[in-house]
């Protein structure tokens, strides 16, 4: 079991910045997969970006370039720097933690980009 708790979430213009945080409650050093997945209203929750234990990287093609995905194992920390934000990435940002095949949700923070 592993609490996850996310921060940085806003309101940023379009072509801003914000960068969320995910603490987890215990070492991450292990776990499979972290990531972050995202919630618009009325959407299903999509994938977002994913980097695995062996830092390995993956990215959903709409943001492929403006995304980057990082953790701090020291920290138990994931990272998600998004750069140049488009009204479009509004959503509920989730973060999420894969391992073994289980998966641990944290409660969201809210997202949103204003044109």
């Known amino acids: 079991q592993v609490q996850l708790v996310e921060s940085g979430g806003g309101l940023v213009q379009a072509g801003g910045s914000l960068r969320l945080s995910c603490a987890a409650s215990?070492?991450?050093?292990?776990?499979?997969?972290m990531g972050w997945f995202r919630q618009a209203p009325g959407k299903q929750r999509d994938m977002v970006a994913g980097?695995?234990?062996?830092?390995?990287?993956n990215y959903a093609d709409s943001v492929k370039g403006r995304f980057t995905i990082s953790r701090d194992n020291a920290k138990n920390t994931v990272y998600l720097q998004m750069n140049s934000l488009k009204p479009e990435d509004t959503a509920v940002y989730y973060c999420?933690?894969?391992?073994?095949?289980?998966?641990?949700w944290g409660q969201g923070t809210q997202v949103t980009v204003s044109s």
């Open positions: 999420n933690a894969y391992n073994m095949g289980y998966n641990f």
């Open positions: 215990k070492s991450i050093f292990s776990i499979n997969t």
């Open positions: 980097i695995a234990s062996t830092g390995n990287t």
